[in-house]
């Protein structure tokens, strides 16, 4: 069974400075992997998509890794903003269709 | 594109009484969607999965009898919490996969819909 692990639970920076976001996974027979985006009371948004044979995917600011052989993805979130306060989620497939989400990790930026 | 609108976004009801959740695909066919459960500070869990025409497949621990699941079109999954008790209150997504308008595979997220039973 697929466990997805969020590390840390919550982050607190001041506007400015990068950060990264860790994600653990158990199975490392995945064939993506998926980053989310959630605002308070909202649906998600998905910011980004790594296929398994990629080992990174950039989309402005945000730069996803992925280490399968280590269980282990990152958000990296350079030049943080106010804006990017959400909670961001990590998902794995598990088998055809389902996905497997971690916590999330709680983000705040403070101007 | 692929457009999912989940449909009330906020409801109140007594206890005993059944709630109906819309989820509409806009603007892509949906041959899958699924319906996810959310408590306050916790991540989704996934309560069944639903192919279009067919009957939903519930993941263990989730009463079927209890969330009732419609698939009837390639549009439209209805998620029905019936005899509602507090203990249901919590944030449903339904999420809906399928073949956007440029033919690639989509899937997108719904905004939720905030249940809370008196």
Known sequence: KQEVTQIPAALSVPEGENLVLNCSFTDSAIYNLQWFRQDPGKGLTSLLLIQSSQREQTSGRLNASLD???GRSTLYIAASQPGDSATYLC?????AQKLVFGQGTRLTINP | GAVVSQHPSRVICKSGTSV????RS??????????????PKQSLMLMATSNEGSKATYEQGVEKD???INHASLTLSTLTVTSA???DSSFYICSARGQGISGANVLTFGAGSRLTVL
């Open chain 2, 66 to 68: 209890k969330f009732l």
């Open chain 1, 91 to 95: 998902a794995v497939p598990q088998g």
């Open chain 1, 68 to 70: 399968k052989s280590s």
């Open chain 2, 20 to 23: 109906k959740i819309e989820c």
């Open chain 2, 85 to 87: 008790h507090p203990e």
């Open chain 2, 26 to 39: 806009l603007d892509f066919q949906a041959t899958t969607m699924f319906w996810y459960r959310q408590f």
